[in-house]
């Protein structure tokens, strides 16, 4: 029997975190349904969820949100990192090496894995914030400690103190995105917390997984795609001819999901909500045409929206550039990640999977041997 690929189907670890029933097209974060969380608690409240095992009582969400403002600022050298190479590389390169950087810096290790968790999750906004300025020719903000997670990033980004409707969508945003069970980038931090590595470390890992467009970098093709298409008119035509291609409808189906994906169903409402109607409308006709070819030339295959399709709409609508998508994408999951990584650690084996050899067997050897060469 040959090994499935993906490992698909098959259980690595367990979790307490979160569970997907992708039958029903339910997301749940330790018992709670996500999008039941999703604009009625704060992200930090679903973070303490997520780190602490329990939703925060009000002194003990007081307590989290103290802790994230006084951890925002970043060291000098990775603000000077930030200075250097911020008009050359990517973003996620960026957010890569500062990260790596944060880890380096902690010299003491000495901070518990928890305390790690919440200083780099209140650093990555900063680190994208203080990017996207340099790299526009801006002088980077300080983090204002007078405001909560989703607005201090958008005033880091923009100078402004962001409209409450924004900071409610891009609040419920990070967190339907704050964890997905073993994702591709979740699955590879554990990995690296099986070593004993550092929780900087195990998030650098995951952040690399994101440069592809199979896991987080999916939205801005998604909204490249939208603005190709442009008019309504076009949707069908411009679908079909890529599904004759052979080419991939990104922002369409899902390897657990197989029904619409939860999260997709609340950042369609918060697109209503903020995208201009005409927008709106070309996006919704996208999607209807979309699904409706997809199940022509896939009948027997679900698929449906995922998170990514509505993602570019709400992301830009509340003034996330295209090229920040997949590093807000990290903000957002790195709570998730931090998580998993205390998870594995409570009771940690090092992952050691076998791999199914296919290669041929009994070569032999022929002619004579070489000689080693004698430097």
């Known amino acids: 029997m040959r090994a499935p690929k993906g490992l698909e189907g098959v259980i690595v670890t367990s979790t307490e975190l979160t569970k997907i029933d992708g039958q029903a097209g339910r997301l749940i974060y330790r018992g709670y349904d996500v999008t039941e969380l999703a604009g009625n608690v704060s992200y930090e409240s679903v973070a303490h969820l997520l780190w602490f095992g329990q939703l925060p009582t009000p002194p003990q969400l007081s307590e989290l949100k103290l802790k994230l403002a006084a951890s925002r600022n970043l060291p000098r050298?990775?603000?000077?990192?930030?200075?250097?190479?911020?008009?050359?590389?990517?973003?996620?390169?960026?957010?890569?090496?500062?990260v790596s950087l944060l880890g380096g810096l902690d010299i003491s290790k000495k901070s518990s894995t928890i305390d790690s968790s919440i200083a780099l999750s209140a650093r990555l906004p900063t680190i994208i914030g203080g990017y996207y300025r340099v790299r526009h020719g801006e002088k980077p903000l300080a983090p204002r400690s007078d405001l909560g997670h989703a607005a201090n990033y958008l005033y880091m980004l923009t100078g402004k103190v962001p409209k409450d409707q924004h900071v409610h969508a891009l609040d419920a945003y990070f967190t339907l995105l704050a964890d997905h069970s073993l994702g591709a980038s979740t699955f590879v931090a554990r990995v690296a917390a099986s070593t004993l590595t550092d929780v900087y470390s195990a998030v650098v890992a995951a952040i690399s997984t994101l440069k592809g467009p199979?896991?987080?970098?999916?939205?801005?093709?998604?909204?490249?795609?939208?603005?190709?298409?442009?008019?309504?008119?076009?949707?069908?035509?411009?679908?079909?001819?890529?599904?004759?291609?052979?080419?991939?409808?990104?922002?369409?189906?899902?390897?657990?999901?197989?029904?619409?994906?939860?999260?997709?169903?609340?950042?369609?409402?918060?697109?209503?909500?903020?995208?201009?109607?005409?927008?709106?409308?070309?996006?919704?006709?996208?999607?209807?045409?979309?699904?409706?070819?997809?199940?022509?030339?896939?009948?027997?295959?679900?698929?449906?929206?995922?998170?990514?399709?509505?993602?570019?709409?709400?992301?830009?609508?509340?003034g996330i550039p295209p090229e920040l998508f997949t590093s807000t994408f990290a903000c957002a999951r790195s709570v998730g990640w931090t998580a998993h990584i205390v998870e594995q650690l409570r009771d940690n084996r090092l992952f050691r999977p076998e791999a199914e050899y296919t290669g041929p067997s009994d070569q032999v050897l022929r002619g004579k041997p070489e000689t080693p060469a004698v430097s």
């Not at 930030?82 to 090496?97: C, F, R």
């Not at 409402?269 to 999607?287: H, I, K, S, W, Y």
């Open 77 to 98: 050298i990775v603000e000077e990192f930030l200075k250097t190479v911020s008009g050359v590389a990517e973003p996620l390169s960026v957010l890569q090496t500062s």
């Open 214 to 318: 199979l896991h987080g970098g999916a939205p801005i093709y998604v909204w490249e795609m939208i603005q190709s298409i442009g008019k309504p008119e076009r949707a069908a035509g411009w679908l079909r001819e890529r599904l004759e291609k052979g080419e991939r409808i990104m922002g369409f189906g899902h390897r657990v999901y197989r029904t619409e994906d939860p999260r997709s169903r609340v950042l369609k409402r918060l697109a209503r909500q903020l995208v201009d109607p005409g927008l709106f409308n070309l996006a919704e006709t996208v999607e209807n045409e979309a699904r409706q070819l997809l199940h022509q030339s896939h009948p027997d295959r679900p698929l449906d929206t995922n998170v990514e399709f509505y993602s570019s709409l709400v992301l830009h609508a509340v």
